[in-house]
């Protein structure tokens, strides 16, 4: 047996990007998890530690997303892993691991900045 299962609760670092695969809808943007800083049992200090996550979102939900997600949201996710790989025009090979949303929810909206 074996999961390929992710939770993550995040901020969105820029409105999603909306694009069209074959008529189907699909958003990605990045989403930043921090941990905060600590001091470990020894006393040493672990600075706070930001890591940055590709989310995918297809159909209905990219549809969601694009009405409603923007930049600075808090979200709760869930997924799975994917890894994709290609070679550019330079016969580069590019690898990316992106986090493709089963399900999700808006748990903040950014505040509006006051003029």
Known sequence: MSVNRVILVG?????????YVESRPVATFPLATTERARRSASGAEIPERTE???????????DIAE???TKGAKLYIEGKLRTRAWNDQNAIKHTIT????????IL???QAKES
């Open 67 to 69: 009405r409603y997600i």
């Open 52 to 62: 940055w996550h590709r989310i995918v979102m297809w159909d209905g939900a990219a």
């Open 11 to 19: 901020n969105v670092g820029r409105d999603p990007e909306i694009r």
């Open 98 to 105: 992106e986090v493709v949303v089963d399900e999700f929810d």
């Open 108 to 110: 903040q909206r950014p």
